[in-house]
């Protein structure tokens, strides 16, 4: 008698529900479907959902970032300062701008920037910071913004994983500076791609839109403008309905997360994992930093691991599991080796590049899924370990 072996199980899988499909046909139907009544709707939730704050949607959340570093006026001879574990859009973003990125090590156990390592550099040129919540989990926005305050410096927040995250009990976004949110495939909610950007003026938001359709002002019925140049960063009217019937379950899917993190920690524990010397990613409470468990990141210790952290991906696909790697240490890529970044720069930052591993985490698994990854994983280490 032979067994059918289980699906796979991807490390995430988005789930669009009958209702917005329907919805999506509608406005496809409609003959409207680039920007208009859905995206000013999507708009206008999103503005609720951070104490009616002013947001306006993008494209993608790379050209949030891009937008809010252009409203900060950031540009050629400023320094942004930021973290090296994250995807390489953060400071992709700074360079296209003209800017420099300042990469700072980070806190070994949050995987997010190091505060001390951020105020110690701040030079004469520094103009802004750029912290990204890993994982969905905020930095102490306390002493963040206390050291903005102090040094006159603009906060653009790389909050794109962290949609429904707080920091003491108030949603990220509901404060803050400009607040940068992606709604990509893999994003706890989605719009297949778009992004939004939170910020503190009518002004600012006024300009945020003409900076995604190419800087263009109208006025009357056949008046065009470009006061400067912008990009083509708008998000479609059928994007924003996938956003829409997103943003209603969004409650649903940070309790859902919350409960599966919490799984894998008795599963972690059940098949020993930190025996294996294997570190889990902080507790679901951290000094007011709650989390909407975006992902759930273990640290492998890659450097004991026969074929280090691609063996245990290998083994874990053999077993039917897909993980991720989320992120490599940016400063040691190519291009920004060229501006002169080094291995042992940022030591924090490089072992946690070695050796995180993104696992399995989306609404529609079960307990016994997460048992079956720490299972898998824990033997796949095992079986490696020198």
């Not at 570093?69 to 400023?78: F, H, S, T, Y």
């Not at 429904?164 to 992606?182: C, E």
């Not at 894998?264 to 709650?290: C, Q, R, V, W």
């Not at 897909?322 to 940016?330: C, E, L, M, R």
Request: glycine letters at 8%.
């Amino acid at each position: 008698m032979t067994t059918t072996p289980p699906a796979f199980l991807p490390f995430t899988r988005p789930e669009i529900d009958a209702a917005t499909i329907a919805e999506v046909s509608r406005v496809l139907a409609s003959g409207w479907i680039t920007s208009g009544p859905q995206v000013q709707a999507f708009e206008a939730q999103l503005s609720a959902l951070f104490g009616g704050r002013p947001v306006r949607s993008f494209s993608n959340g790379t050209a949030t970032m891009e937008v809010a570093l252009r409203l900060a006026d950031i540009g050629p001879g400023d320094e942004v300062i930021t973290t090296p574990i994250t995807w390489v859009a953060t400071a992709n973003v700074i360079v296209a701008v003209g800017a420099t990125p300042v990469f700072v090590d980070v806190d070994p156990r949050t995987r997010n920037i190091d505060l001390d390592a951020l105020e110690a550099a701040i030079t004469p040129r520094t103009r802004a910071v750029m912290p990204v919540y890993l994982a969905g989990l905020p930095v102490d926005m306390d002493r963040l913004y206390r050291i903005a305050r102090q040094h006159k410096l603009r906060v653009i927040e790389d909050a794109a994983q962290a949609i429904d995250s707080r920091w003491n009990d108030q949603r990220i976004g509901a404060l803050g500076d400009l607040v940068s949110f992606s709604f990509q495939a893999n994003k706890n909610i989605t719009c297949s791609e778009g992004g939004c950007l939170v910020m503190n003026t009518p002004a600012e938001a006024e300009r945020a839109e003409r900076l995604r359709l190419q800087g263009v002002v109208r006025s009357g019925l056949d008046g065009m403008d470009v006061v400067e140049p912008g990009g083509k960063f708008n998000l479609s009217d059928i994007h924003a309905t996938i956003g829409l019937g997103q943003l209603a379950r969004l409650g649903e899917v940070t309790r859902r997360r919350a409960e599966l993190a919490q799984a894998y920690f008795e599963a972690a524990a059940t098949h020993g994992l930190e025996a294996l010397g294997i570190e889990l990613p902080p507790a679901i409470n951290t000094s007011g930093a709650i989390t909407n468990w975006h992902m759930f990141q273990v640290l492998l210790p890659a450097e004991r691991l026969a074929g280090g952290r691609a063996a245990v991906m290998q083994l874990l696909r053999d077993a039917g599991i897909g993980a991720g790697v989320h992120y490599p240490a940016v400063h040691l890529f190519t291009f920004y080796r060229s501006m002169g970044w080094r291995e042992g720069s940022l030591p924090h930052a490089e072992r946690i590049g070695r050796g995180i591993l993104t696992l399995p985490l989306f609404p529609a698994m079960s307990r016994d899924d997460v048992e079956r990854v720490c299972r898998s994983l824990a033997n796949a280490c095992r079986s490696l370990l020198t």
